[in-house]
């Protein structure tokens, strides 16, 4: 494609406006159909469009309602089961999984979705106490980045989060949202601090159940202790909870450095490099928090570590607000109308965009212009000398200093809407490194052999995140479990396996040959040692491939994903399933996916 056709083509720039769509999201409300028989009065319902994250999952015109209380939510779902209905809980639907709903939904289907981000938003101090940690109460549609602010306000945090502040509290819980942290060698966590999910953090939590002597569903406040709150914890949409109490440690000052000179054959090399080699699993060891962005068809990924830094060392900057990577927020117009090029089937440029994407990171962060001269005609033409001046104007970003929350939090929903698959590879921390290792051979291998084809089915970033796993005692509780369908939930078994490698690999939308290359990808992490590995799916992302379409292989539905929740024996997935249908027995709260899944 000549840069005269790719810089002017009206489908490129309509393609970069659907893709950078940002918060002008499909939404708007329809008040012109008669509401559905008995809704509960004073609670308003109106048809609307549902559309998740990368718009995969679109359902046109559902009905919706923004329940105000918790008792609200409880007349819905009770009014449904009288009627004949379902009852879906609607966050901010930064999702992949069809958990909520399932692509094309009609809007005859007899389902209402509850979105609880415009009302039950209330959040509290609940008890601080004297070794630092903290209590906050905190209703399910309030925003993650409104909950770390508030707390952070009082002097509390989290050790991680995920990078996107606008996400639901309980769409975080329900499907074991996390971040990247693992202690780092000699670090001792302070009290409050944990290293799996945030739904490991709860130590209450209400839910809409049934209950067989009252005929009808009531709102149930679960300790962690009890029974069914590990099975409540991370329930996938089987559920609605309204309200949870999560512990939180003593707020830490982060320092975020990003590297982008260390070549990917050095930072994902083979266990036994030689000393001196700048390894993945060298970083995590020395300061616990990692994350490697490896922009497809480039050699050298975007590595940001974090470390605790109560004061401000002389070089890092200080910011007081999340959010500070602006060029990745908002692509400058060039760049988008590339993107916009590549939905509208120039998909082999798909090497060119990974390399603008990581020479814009470049850029923003170091202030190092070299590589842009030294690329080719087409690659300066895009990236001009106002893009150049605009990505440096709000100053360097490669060492940032702040309160936790501003360094974790990074995602905003204006960023570039790619879709993902996603998976966590439960190892030993002295395994870190061969699994990494492991897949980056297979992936560059993998890709080189798709490219030879003509085929790009890669144009976004593979990331790779390291957490610990679910350490019930972190809660504060005595007799918590871990959340029984959480990917972290330790293996009975195996007590040596601490560490869980996070892997997702991201790319546009309906690029040709993705499913095929993701149903590659699953393949090969399934296959591996099962004495060094186990492998289960990130909940939110996508999985279960086919050569065409993601969450339909039967065997992965059936067979893979509930055995590596049994491995190692136990309570699991089959107490979860038990658990959850029998506080809904009337499958109220469900969906023909979550029906055909937890079973």
Known sequence: MSRRRLLASSAAASGAVWLLRGVIRPGSAYADAPSPAGFPAGLDVYRRVYENWAGEIRADLLWTCAPRTPQDVLDAVNWAHGAGWTVRGQGKRHGWAPLTVADGTPAAARVV???????????????????????????????????????????????????????????ALAIGAHGTAVPATGENPLPGQGYGSLSNLVTELTAVVWDDGAGRYVLRTVGRAEPDCDALLTHLGRSLVTEAVLRTGPDQNLRCRSYLDIPATELFAAPGAPAGT?????????????????????????????????????????????????????????????????????????????????????????????????????????????????????GLRSDLWG??????????????????????????????????????????????????????????????????????????????????????????????????????????????????????????????????????????????????????????????VPAALRAGGGPGWDEAVATLDRLDPHRVISSPFLDALLR
Not at 301 to 308: D, F, H, T, Y
Not at 335 to 347: I, M, R, Y
Not at 350 to 371: E, H, N, R, S, W
Request: charge should be negative; include cysteine.
């Open 403 to 560: 309160a936790s929350r501003n360094l974790l939090e990074y995602v905003r929903p204006t960023t570039l809407r790619e879709t993902a698959n996603g998976y966590a590879v439960l190892t030993r921390r002295a395994d870190l490194q061969w699994v990494v290792s492991r897949f980056a051979d297979f992936y560059r291998t993998l890709l080189a052999e798709y490219a030879a084809r003509g085929e790009y089915p890669v144009n976004g970033q593979v990331e790779i995140r390291v957490t610990g796993l679910e350490d019930p005692s972190v809660c504060g509780v005595p007799g918590a479990r871990p959340p029984l369908l959480s990917a972290l939930r330790p293996r009975p078994d195996r007590p040596d396996v601490d560490t869980a490698v996070w892997i997702d690999v991201l790319s546009l939308p309906a690029t040709p040959a993705l499913h095929r290359f993701y149903r590659d990808i699953e393949q090969f992490l399934l296959a591996m040692d099962g004495e060094r590995a186990t492998v289960r799916v990130e909940w939110s992302k996508g999985w279960a491939y086919t050569d065409t379409a993601a969450w339909s292989d039967p065997d992965v539905l059936t067979r893979a």
């Open 113 to 171: 979705l509850l979105d609880t981000t415009a009302h039950l938003t209330g959040m509290s101090l609940e008890r601080e106490d004297a070794d630092g940690s903290a209590l906050y109460r905190v209703q399910t549609g309030a925003l993650l980045e409104s909950v770390l602010a508030f707390a952070g306000a009082h002097g509390h945090g989290v050790v991680s989060a995920p990078a996107p502040g606008e996400l639901s509290v309980g769409g």
């Open 278 to 394: 700048r390894t993945l699993a060298g970083f995590v060891d020395r300061t616990g928090r990692a994350e490697a962005i490896w922009f497809a068809f480039t050699d050298k990924p975007w590595l940001k570590v974090w470390s605790v830094a109560p004061d401000r060392p002389f070089a890092a900057r200080a910011v007081d607000t999340p959010y500070n990577y602006p060029f990745s927020d908002s692509l400058p117009e060039p760049v988008a109308l590339l993107a916009g090029a590549l939905v509208s089937g120039a998909w082999a440029s798909a090497p060119l965009f990974g390399q603008l994407q990581y020479l814009l990171a470049k850029v923003a962060l170091t202030g190092d212009i070299t590589d842009v001269l030294l690329s080719g005609t087409l690659v300066r033409d895009v990236l001009t000398g106002d893009v150049l001046t605009h990505l440096l104007a709000g």
